[in-house]
């Protein structure tokens, strides 16, 4: 190979050592992404779900909310794109604005998670004894010993039906996972040698959290985050669908499918909308969340 190939052969590689070493990182790490064609499959689903969610009044043809008793279960037409509900509601506008609802609730779900797993983990990792061993992990392993769904439900019904008492039960059933993953992480990472070191020069235990040992946790908690977005949508959309979610008539992918699900032989729009939009936005998020673990794990790369 001359010299000229060479070049143009690494001139990616070359262009990435030029530059400092965290924006390297993140280059070579979208580049990695880059390659996975099911994370661009679930961007361009999320994206989609996005879309819909902040411009869904300009989307919607219809009011989701407002009834018209002349024009119950209609089929799909020109005017209602999907049919309308028991209540002649548009099914189509009705899927849009459930976005709002879903993503709404994921996103601050998992801070929510994030915010109470993050420093607990931290805590834990850091610090082993009995903090560690006989109050925040056992917490952790009691509240993991419940099947999500059952857990948030009884936090749900425990603090009273409604789309905000939902989210923040979806947040405290997904903390646990958040903690596990930062002990373990943390737990690793304290015994680095860099970390000796900048112990033994009298660095302040908030100053190695920051700079050492925070910097390691980035990626397994994105990651993990991106998955249990997935997992958190799906959470609210049962809640939904058992009634102690977003109340009526808030329009939710959970609650429109159990409604439609009584008319799904007359009419299986009213199931088959909602149902499909949970499906396409759980499956993106999950897609993105396996080509972000595959783009940052550095056993996977390829």
Do not use: K
């Not at 070493?21 to 790490?29: L, V």
């Not at 580049?31 to 989609?48: M, Q, S």
């Not at 609650?255 to 009419?267: V, W």
């Amino acid at each position: 190979m001359n010299e000229r190939a060479y070049l143009a052969s690494n001139s990616t590689a070359i262009a990435l050592a030029e530059l400092p070493a965290p924006e390297r990182r993140w280059r070579a790490m979208i580049r990695r992404y880059g390659r996975r064609r099911l994370g661009w499959i679930g961007a361009a689903i999320v994206a989609l779900a996005v879309v819909l969610a902040v411009f869904a009044p300009l989307i919607a043809t219809h009011d989701p909310v407002e009834a018209d008793f002349g024009n119950v279960h209609a089929q799909p037409s020109r005017e209602h794109w999907l049919g309308t509900d028991q209540l002649g509601r548009d099914t189509f506008s009705r899927v849009v604005y459930g976005s709002r609802v879903s993503l709404r609730v994921g996103c601050i779900a998992i801070v929510i998670a994030v915010g109470i797993g993050l420093p607990l983990g931290l805590i834990a990792g850091y610090n082993t004894g009995w903090i560690d061993h006989l109050l925040i992990m056992r917490v952790m392993d009691a509240m993991m010993a419940f099947p999500p769904l059952v857990l948030a439900l009884v936090i749900v019904v425990a603090l009273g039906p409604s789309i905000n008492n939902a989210l923040i039960a979806i947040g405290i059933t997904y903390s646990p996972g958040f903690a596990r993953l930062v002990r373990g992480t943390v737990l690793s990472v304290r015994e680095e040698p860099y970390v000796d070191a900048a112990r033994a020069l009298g660095a302040s235990t908030p100053r190695i959290i920051i700079q050492h040992i925070l910097p390691n946790l980035m990626s397994p908690v994105i990651v993990l985050a991106s998955l249990a977005l997935a997992g958190a949508i799906l959470a609210e959309a049962g809640l939904s669908f058992l009634g102690v979610g977003a109340q009526p008539p808030t329009p939710a992918w959970g609650s429109m499918l159990n409604t439609g699900r009584q008319f799904i032989e007359t009419n299986m729009w009213e199931s088959i909308a909602p149902g499909t939009a949970i499906m396409l936005v759980v499956m993106g998020f999950n897609f993105i969340g396996d080509s972000l673990r595959d783009a940052l794990d550095p056993r996977l790369r390829t």
